[in-house]
């Protein structure tokens, strides 16, 4: 397997170790699944938990023993990051705080998460001559310049003024007491941090901005794998509530629009820039499915249909209640109102494109959800309350 596999130009892929950080979270488990079962490279997965990479980790005798490595870290307060990134050829950051509820309830961790505890990461790597590939998001466009065009403007249908472009489109985030942005500015802050060590110091680079990644694994079920009061990303919630047969909640009208693309495609893109890095080095790829657009209300619909065929389960009467965002996600809520990536930088470097419909990906991963959760929920439910 090794011997053959080739590079888009042709050449010989080598094997390398990647220090991955963060590898335990929904990203990092895929992209740890297919380095595995596809590539004969080494992983070295640091992390706080490691419960989504458990399968791969154990038993010994996985066809890939030896070729993953996990290490139980905190990147905040250990003095082995260095030398994991030193013994690596890259090393891919993913770990950070990354769920719309916590930005504003936590703003500090936020910042500290996104920013601060990223800042030795990209100094190891620079200071080593290591390669870096950062995730950061899709957020650091924030609003687009639409939004503020009037409701009657022709404008508001050229695509100049919504589609999202690595290399034009600027960045633009609500007031301060709007603290839902601070993921977003501290995204964008370690961005150019990491741009500015490209361009002084020759860090080799590259940084994945994700539109909606969405597929199992990610995040948690309330009450099942986390928090019973905890707010996971879209997905999640909307999956807890079909598990549980309640109304899935649409935050504001469910107005805002997004592009969700299914997490195996997004990760062969990742793979390519691995595998790529004269083709993937000082550039920002927006990594996105601009087919699969809807509004959150066209979201949920669909997922309540899709959801009805995999459970054989009959849809309720009401299936969507309006929320407030103060009451859902409290005060300094702000939202993304729409995000199309422009997709001609990663076409141009790596010839990638997404394949799976949204109908598709949902089907997977309701199936997936339904599977997995559905009689944990049903015993949870059944459980007396304490009064
Ligand atoms: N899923 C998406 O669509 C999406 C979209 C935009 C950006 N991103 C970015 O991609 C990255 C990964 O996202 P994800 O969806 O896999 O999130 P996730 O929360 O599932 O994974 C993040 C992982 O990082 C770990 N981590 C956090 N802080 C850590 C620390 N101090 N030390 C060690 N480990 C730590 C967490 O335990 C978790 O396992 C994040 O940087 C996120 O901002 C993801
Ligand atoms: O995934 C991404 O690309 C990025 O966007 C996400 O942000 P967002 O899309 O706003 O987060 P979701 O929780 O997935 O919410 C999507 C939309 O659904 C709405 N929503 C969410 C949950 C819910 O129960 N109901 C509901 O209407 C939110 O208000 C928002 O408008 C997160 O910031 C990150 O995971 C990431 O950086």
Not at 222 to 250: H, M, Q, T, Y
């Amino acid at each position: 397997m090794a011997a053959s596999r080739m590079d888009l130009d042709g050449r010989p892929i080598k094997p390398i170790t990647i220090c991955m950080i963060g590898a335990g979270g929904f990203i990092g488990s895929h992209l740890c699944e297919k380095l595995m079962s596809e590539t004969p490279h080494k992983v070295l997965a640091l992390d706080v938990y490691n419960d989504k990479i458990k399968h791969l980790l154990e038993p010994d005798s996985l066809p890939w023993a030896g070729r993953i490595q996990f290490h139980r870290l905190n990147i905040k307060h250990d003095s082995r990051l260095e030398g994991l990134i030193k013994m690596a050829d890259l090393t891919i950051n993913l770990a950070a705080i990354c769920t719309p509820a916590d930005y504003n309830t936590r703003p500090l961790d936020t910042i500290y998460s996104n920013f601060i505890d990223a800042l030795p990461v990209v100094k190891y790597c620079s200071e080593n001559n290591k390669r870096l590939i950062h995730f950061s998001t899709c957020e650091v466009y924030g609003k687009t310049i639409q939004s503020f065009l009037p409701k009657d403007s022709p404008l508001r249908q050229d695509p100049a003024y919504y589609v999202l472009k690595e290399d034009v489109s600027p960045c633009i985030f609500g007031s301060i007491e709007k603290q839902r942005w601070s993921y977003a500015c501290a995204k964008q802050l370690i961005e150019r941090l990491i741009y500015a060590e490209g361009a002084e110091n020759g860090l080799e680079f590259t940084i994945v901005r994700p539109f909606n990644w969405i597929g199992p694994r990610m995040d948690f079920i309330p009450g099942i794998d986390g928090p019973s009061e905890g707010v996971p990303r879209v997905l999640a919630c909307f999956s807890n509530n079909l598990l549980r047969r309640e109304p899935l909640k649409l935050v504001d009208g469910g107005q805002s629009q997004r592009t969700f693309v299914y997490i195996k495609d997004a990760i062969e893109a990742v793979l390519l820039m691995i595998e790529n890095p004269g083709r993937a080095n000082g550039h920002i790829f927006n990594v996105g499915n601009p087919n699969n657009e809807v509004t959150v209300r066209q979201l949920a619909e669909m997922m309540t249909k899709v959801y009805t065929k995999v459970s054989g389960e009959s849809a309720l009467e009401t299936p969507t209640i309006d929320v407030s965002s103060k009451e859902f996600y409290g005060e300094g809520y702000d939202d993304s109102d729409k995000r199309i990536p422009d997709m001609t930088i990663i076409n141009k470097q790596l010839g990638w494109n997404p394949k799976t419909s949204l109908w598709d990906l949902l089907e997977s991963t309701l199936t997936y959800q339904h599977r997995t959760y559905a009689e944990a929920i049903k015993k949870s439910m059944a459980k007396p309350t304490s009064s």
